[in-house]
């Protein structure tokens, strides 16, 4: 208590409505009764000391003692109030208490009073219902007992009606089955049948289900011939043939003649088709000599039908009857039709077949055969068999499309027949269609490349003929016009001879447009949206092996060769080609070697973003060839050109009686003749090749007449050999003479200049001169004609050649080889020469 | 190697006609006429020391005129033909003749080779008979039939080729029978040469581009190829050992080489020249040894293996003779032999108008060049030796 005391003692009087103080009061009478077992820990706390006034060994005595012994007066009167004050509010406690429970007893025992009464009726009733109980109990065991009997009999009975039903099922299954073969319910009638086969096999010793037994066979044998002759008919549709390959399946039909019958009535659908295929390949007999001439005249033909016409993008149906394709289904079509009929029925077949066949949940003992694979295995041939045939139809028809014209309908056609296969592919994994049908793709791409080399390749034939007709009539107006818009470009009408750079231009040009537009026609196989582009081949091997190889190299390879049969062809059969022409061509193949190549290529690998797997040819090993082309172009010209004017020299050398002639007033026309035609020349390949570098020009000889050529120099030159020396004198000078000149290579090798070419011109010329005046016997006014024709050429010659003194050295030694050749060589007076040359 | 070095010889005329000595088999001997308007004519005896690498000359006087064509023949070492001109009253003919050369030229003019102004007496030919051909026209050449007796001889005169027998030591010529070219214009033989093969019956003249084949016996034309070359064909050779081969040259500075059983296309065709190719020659031993004189003043000296007359034959000799020697036999079939051009001779600095093998030694040659130098070359050591082992 002195705890609590001491807790409580420093705050104010505790007021009663506390409920913590409540509580504390219960806790301490329950203390106080020993009720409570939270208090044991204080209690064995404070066990011991009996000075604790709430402990249980509390000793008033010793806590007197304790008091008195410890505390003043004061202190003791304090404790006394205290204490006093405590045990006030503990009796006013327990007054409470005391009168709370009191209450509480007095109604506990009122309901026990009334629970007492409740209980005796209850049990009143209770005696009442197990009374009720029990007869209950004793009727039911009386009516079991009557029941029993007839219980077992029912039982019996219904089993037996059971029986009875199943065996009407039986008796009446035979007229069922008919019945349901006149409805033709064939379904209901298989699975009756089968319900019953069972039991009728089961039985079938008994001579009446043997008879029920068969007449259901002969039944099931009759619906079965139905079932086949539905299915043989074909006229029923696929979900018909469905239904009667599954019953007939039910029907213990052997599977691998079920799917050779259905494979078999689907081939006969099928090959309809690929008739009707085959049908629209063959052309009509009106078309068919037309439909093989090769459609590549085209531009020759087109000329000439409409010469004036300036679209030179596509035929013109109207004009070229085998051009137009209206009679015959376009390639685009017929593989629409392909597909559409024979692809998707084919599809449709699989499809079915598989259903029917192969995907079929496997019951009892039709799994244990293995159907599945049979049937696989029967269908991948029917299929290989019909795409075989399929293919080799498109194919032909892909074979016919030579037309070059648009190249989209056919990539558009092909990835229509590759995306289809697609189809087949997903049905039937695993077959070799679509890859066959890949194969045939990439053959028609590497044909149509083929066909493209060829069209560009007659192209460039086309382009050079008409150039050769333009060089040949430059003079008929009409005609270049006609050329101009057969090259595409706009009609050179103003002037009436197109002129050589133009039509190297045009030329040139439409080449260019040509190679660009066959590019972009074969760029289509690789367009994004084509389903088979992604296929390697397209990626790789077309690209860089189709294309860049056989199509462009070739061509250019193509261009070059061409251009060096010009030379070798025309050289010998007496110089068919014009020369006008070589020129061109040697200019055109310089072009190429130093941009067009390049840049058609780098167009090329641009384009097609060819990567080079294997290794390709490369650009400066085309470049070489057109080089070397245009190089022996330009000597052939060379060549023919100085031929032609070789040949003027020769006949006027070798024709002549140079003993006999008279004195010179004149020079020979031959001569005006050839200065003439090297002027014209001269012309012609400045049109088209640079000017060239010269050697520096003497002083004089910079100088436009020749008047002013040194006479005393001139003099000088030819003295020695005009006075009749010694025969040692003559070959002493002019051996140092030729000692220090170069040796003069006449048919050497020229540079791509004019004057290069123009020198090599005039030193075949001069060279031929030398010659034939050495097998000539002259007399003395041979001599001096001769004297004058070199001088006149000396006037004129010299300003086309780079190196004055090649012309200065050649006539000299012409004059000089004459003057050995004289009979009586008395040279002309240097000045009446040049009177006589002055004069024209 | 000093002994391949060309051995080069001037005269003081200008010349285009150069012969070898075709009777002689022992020494190296040739043949040059020179062409001079204003002096007298010479031929020059050329003898080469084929041991000392030694030149030695005698000359004989030709006064008939320039020489054009010399040929010497196949029996009788002395004797020569010539074809020159001769101009009179402002005329002038080329003119056929058949010369003795006198017997003591050999000892002659020897001692002064290098001084002919000073030779003190040159010899004058002996004439035989003039191949008269007046009413024939002018005479391009003279062909000996090869290796014939010396008695029969081939002259071409503008458009008619006239076989003469030589009678009575060749001092007789008549004409045993003449074919003559018919065709628009005036046509004129430029060349011919007379077959070794067929029992020599066979002649081929050039006449412009065409190259034409003679049966002797009838004298009518067998074969004709057109446009044999570009331009004007300038000399023909028979092949010494295939009897259809045919070798031409012309104007268009190629070299063609013919089976005149297939004449459309050439067998094979040079063109190393360039400028036109005045003479071809076949060796007479290995044919496959072409040589080719060009107005580029260049000599060309081809090996046509590939359609000589033995290409592999000495293969098919060495396998039976050396079976053991496999490698070498597998070295030798494996390089197959390729035609080539062996040499080109630059010695020469104005037009080469003749090229002739050493009728003694085949692996020497000569060319002329219209300067009057003559240039003896040999074929390079080691073909020599690839071809005779």
């Given at each position: 208590m002195d705890g609590d005391i001491n807790a409580t003692?420093?705050?104010?009087?505790?007021?009663?409505?506390d409920p913590a103080r409540k509580r504390r009061v219960h806790g301490m009478l329950k203390l106080y009764y020993g009720?409570?077992?939270?208090?044991k820990t204080v209690d064995q706390a404070e066990?011991?000391?009996?000075?604790?006034?709430?402990?249980?060994?509390?000793?008033p005595e010793v806590y007197l003692n304790k008091l008195r012994r410890e505390c003043s007066l004061g202190e003791l009167m304090d404790q006394e109030t205290c204490m006093v004050k405590q045990i006030r509010s503990l009796d006013s406690d327990m007054q409470t208490l005391v009168y709370e429970n009191y209450n509480k007893f007095i109604s506990a025992t009122d309901t026990i009073r009334k629970m007492k009464n409740d209980f005796k009726k209850m049990e009143d009733e209770m005696d009442c219902l197990s009374t009720n109980m029990a007869s209950i109990t004793d009727f039911s065991a009386r009516i079991s007992g009557t029941l029993q009997d007839q219980h077992a009999q029912i039982t019996k009975l219904s089993g037996v009606h059971t029986l009875l039903r199943k065996l009407q099922f039986l008796f009446e299954l035979p007229a069922r089955l008919n019945k349901c073969l006149e409805l033709q319910a064939y379904a209901q009638a298989v699975s009756s049948h089968r319900r019953a086969r069972c039991v009728l096999q089961q039985y079938s010793h008994m001579p009446s289900f043997r008879g029920i037994q068969d007449d259901c066979h002969a039944i099931m044998d009759k619906l079965a011939q139905e079932l086949r002759q539905k299915f043989r008919d074909g006229g029923s549709s696929a979900k018909d043939l469905s239904e009667c390959v599954e019953l007939l399946l039910q029907l213990d039909e052997p599977a691998e003649e079920l799917c050779d019958k259905f494979l078999s009535h689907a081939q006969s659908r099928l090959e309809a088709d690929l008739l009707g295929l085959e049908a629209e390949l063959r052309p009509p007999l009106s078309y068919g000599p037309t439909a093989?001439?090769?459609?590549?005249?085209g531009p020759a033909h087109r000329l000439s039908v409409e010469?004036?016409?300036?679209?030179?993008?596509?035929?013109?149906s109207l004009n070229n009857p085998f051009l137009s394709p209206s009679s015959r289904t376009d390639i685009l079509e017929f593989i629409d039709r392909g597909c559409n009929e024979f692809v998707s029925s084919l599809c449709l077949v699989i499809a079915s077949y598989q259903e029917l066949f192969v995907n079929r949940p496997q019951e009892g003992e039709l799994a244990?055969?293995?159907?599945p694979q049979m049937a696989i295995g029967k269908l991948h041939a029917f299929v290989d068999a019909l795409a075989t045939r399929y293919f080799s139809l498109v194919e032909r028809r892909i074979q016919e499309?030579?037309?070059?014209?648009?190249?989209s309908l056919l990539v558009r056609a092909l990835d229509r027949f590759h995306r289809r296969l697609q189809a087949v592919a997903k049905l039937?994994?695993?077959?070799?269609v679509p890859s066959q049908g890949t194969e045939i793709v990439v053959r028609a791409a590497r044909e149509r490349i083929k066909q493209y080399l060829a069209a560009l390749q007659s192209f460039y034939l086309n382009s050079l003929t008409d150039v050769r007709q333009a060089l040949a009539a430059p003079r008929l107006g009409g005609s270049s016009a006609g050329v101009g818009s057969h090259l595409g470009?706009?009609?050179?009408?103003?002037?009436?001879p197109a002129s050589l750079p133009e039509l190297l231009s045009t030329l040139s040009a439409s080449i260019l447009n040509q190679i660009k537009s066959v590019l972009a026609s074969v760029h289509l196989f690789t367009?994004?949206?084509?389903?088979?582009?992604?296929?390697p081949y397209f990626k790789g091997d077309f690209c860089s092996?189709?294309?860049?190889?056989?199509l462009v190299v070739n061509f250019i390879k193509f261009v070059c060769q061409s251009s060096r049969q010009f030379c070798e062809s025309a050289g010998d059969r007496g110089?068919?080609?014009?020369p006008a022409l070589l020129l061109l061509l040697s200019r055109l193949c310089l072009d190429y070697e130093t941009s067009t190549i390049t840049y058609i290529l780098t167009l090329t690998d641009e384009q097609f973003?060819?990567?080079?797997h294997s290794p390709v040819t490369a650009v400066t090993a085309l470049c070489g060839e057109a080089r070397e082309a245009a190089q022996k172009l330009l000597n052939h010209y060379v060549k023919v050109q100085g031929l032609i004017i070789s040949q003027m020299l020769r006949k006027s050398v070798e024709t002549r009686d140079w003993v006999n002639?008279?004195?010179?007033?004149?020079?020979?026309a031959v001569m005006k003749r050839v200065v003439e035609d090297t002027t014209s020349i001269d012309v012609q390949v400045g049109l088209l090749y640079e000017e060239g570098v010269r050697k520096a020009h003497s002083s004089d000889s910079?100088?436009?007449?020749?008047?002013?050529?040194?006479s005393s120099r001139q003099q000088t030159r030819y003295a020695p050999s005009y006075t009749p020396s010694a025969p040692m004198d003559t070959n002493l000078l002019s051996n140092i003479h030729k000692l220090f000149s170069e040796r003069v290579e006449i048919f050497s090798p020229v540079e791509f200049n004019k004057v290069s070419v123009l020198t090599g011109i005039i030193k075949i010329s001069l060279k031929t001169f030398l010659e034939c005046v050495r097998l000539r016997t002259f007399g003395r006014y041979g001599l001096q004609q001769i004297q004058v024709d070199c001088h006149y050429l000396q006037m004129y010659l010299w300003?086309?050649?780079?190196?004055?003194n090649l012309v200065h050295f050649l006539l000299d030694e012409i004059v000089g080889s004459t003057a050995h050749r004289?009979?009586?060589?008395?040279p002309m007076e240097q000045s009446v020469i040049e009177v006589i040359c002055e004069r024209g | 190697m000093e002994d391949d070095a060309p051995v080069i010889y001037g005269l003081e005329f200008q010349a285009r006609a150069l012969t070898s000595q075709?009777?002689?088999?022992d020494a190296i001997r040739f043949l040059v006429g020179t062409q001079s308007l204003k002096f007298d004519n010479q031929i020059h005896i050329i003898d080469f020391d084929?041991?000392?690498n030694i030149i030695s000359k005698s000359v004989l006087q030709h006064q008939a005129g320039e020489i054009w064509h010399i040929s010497a023949s196949p029996a009788d070492k002395a004797v020569l033909t010539t074809c020159y001109n001769k101009t009179s009253e402002s005329r002038v003919v080329t003119c056929g003749a058949v010369w003795r050369m006198p017997p003591e030229w050999e000892s002659g003019s020897?001692?002064?080779?290098?001084?002919p102004h000073n030779s003190h007496n040159p010899q004058n030919l002996e004439l035989?008979?003039?191949?008269?051909?007046s009413s024939h026209g002018n005479a391009s050449c003279v062909l000996w039939e090869?290796?014939?007796?010396?008695k029969h001889v081939i002259s071409l005169a503008d458009n008619h080729a006239l076989l003469w027998d030589l009678t009575e030591s060749s001092t007789q010529a008549t004409i045993s029978s003449s074919a003559t070219l018919e065709g628009k214009g005036q046509l004129k033989f430029t060349a011919g040469k007379w077959s070794p093969h067929h029992n020599c019956t066979q002649l081929a003249t050039a006449n412009d581009t065409a190259i034409r084949g003679w049966?002797?016996?009838?004298?009518?034309?067998?074969?004709c190829i057109e446009?044999?070359?570009?331009?004007?064909?300038?000399d023909l050779d028979f092949n010494p050992n295939k009897q259809y081969y045919l070798a031409s040259c012309g104007d268009d500075c190629k070299v063609k080489f013919w089976d005149v059983r297939n004449i459309?296309?050439?067998v094979k065709t040079l063109e190393e020249h360039s400028h036109w190719v005045w003479s071809v020659r076949f060796n007479?031993?290995?044919?496959?040894l072409v040589l080719t004189g060009s107005s580029d003043s260049r000599v060309i000296l081809s090996?046509?293996?590939?359609?000589?007359?033995?290409?592999?034959g000495h293969l098919v000799d060495d396998d039976d003779l050396s079976d053991g020697e496999d490698n070498h036999q597998d070295e030798k079939t494996q390089e197959p032999l390729q035609d080539s051009i062996i040499s080109t001779y630059e010695e020469h600095e104005d037009s080469v108008y003749a090229v002739e093998w050493s009728s003694a030694d085949p692996w020497l040659f000569a060319s002329l060049s219209y300067d009057g130098r003559l240039v003896i070359n040999r074929v390079p050591r080691a073909l020599k030796y690839h071809i005779l082992l």
């Open positions: 003692a420093p705050g104010t009087t505790p007021p009663d409505t009720l409570n077992e939270e208090g066990s011991m000391d009996p000075c604790d006034i709430n402990g249980p060994h509390f000793d093989v001439t090769d459609p590549y005249t010469p004036t016409a300036g679209s030179p993008t596509g035929p013109s244990s055969k293995n159907i499309e030579k037309s070059v014209g648009d190249n039937l994994p695993g077959s070799a470009g706009p009609a050179t009408g103003k002037e009436a367009a994004k949206d084509i389903t088979f582009s992604n296929k092996h189709g294309v860049r190889e056989s110089g068919s080609t014009p973003l060819v990567q080079h002639t008279i004195e010179p007033r004149n020079v020979r910079s100088k436009r007449t020749f008047s002013v050529y040194s300003r086309f050649v780079s190196d004055e004289c009979l009586d060589p008395a | 075709t009777a002689e088999s084929d041991e000392n020897h001692e002064s080779p290098d001084d035989l008979c003039h191949l008269d051909n090869p290796m014939g007796d010396g049966d002797l016996r009838t004298m009518s034309q067998i074969y446009n044999a070359h570009g331009q004007l064909v300038r459309n296309e050439p007479h031993s290995h044919d496959q090996n046509m293996v590939s359609i000589s007359s033995e290409p592999f």
